[in-house]
């Protein structure tokens, strides 16, 4: 059975940082690339940032770009989001997914998905 599990969010002050975690089975993690997408209320889906299967190549969308990174160990099947400065537009439901995507920014391009974890960036 498939499973992508995420956590590490949680409610943080503006310039905060958190780090989110995404804990997979079922599925050869260590050859799928692995996406991260946030969704804000009333606003669609959107990508955040991906990683591919040998870690050697990261992508960032550009409203994050020098804030977030994003990692994986492939000896535990994790992959981590660390997001650092973080604003109150970053306040979202953050997902992780698994694919081999042709374009990393189509949330339709990935096949697995976790159940999300909220972030809240408030003072």
């Known amino acids: 059975q498939v499973q992508l599990v995420e956590s590490g969010g949680g409610l943080v002050q503006p310039g905060g940082s958190l780090r989110l975690s995404c804990a997979a089975s079922?599925?050869?993690?260590?050859?799928?690339?692995i996406g991260w997408f946030r969704q804000a209320p009333g606003k669609e889906r959107e990508w955040v940032a991906t990683?591919?299967?040998?870690?050697?190549?990261?992508y960032f969308a550009e409203p994050v770009k020098g804030r977030f990174t994003i990692s994986r160990d492939n000896a535990k099947n994790t992959a981590y989001l660390q997001m650092n400065s973080l604003k109150p537009e970053d306040t979202a439901v953050y997902y992780c997914?698994?694919?081999?995507?042709?374009?990393?920014?189509?949330?339709?391009?990935?096949?697995?998905w976790g159940q999300g974890t909220q972030v809240t960036v408030s003072s």
């Open positions: 997914a698994a694919g081999w995507p042709t374009i990393v920014t189509l949330k339709d391009e990935y096949d697995y």
């Open positions: 079922g599925f050869a993690f260590s050859r799928s690339n």
């Open positions: 990683i591919y299967a040998s870690g050697g190549s990261t």
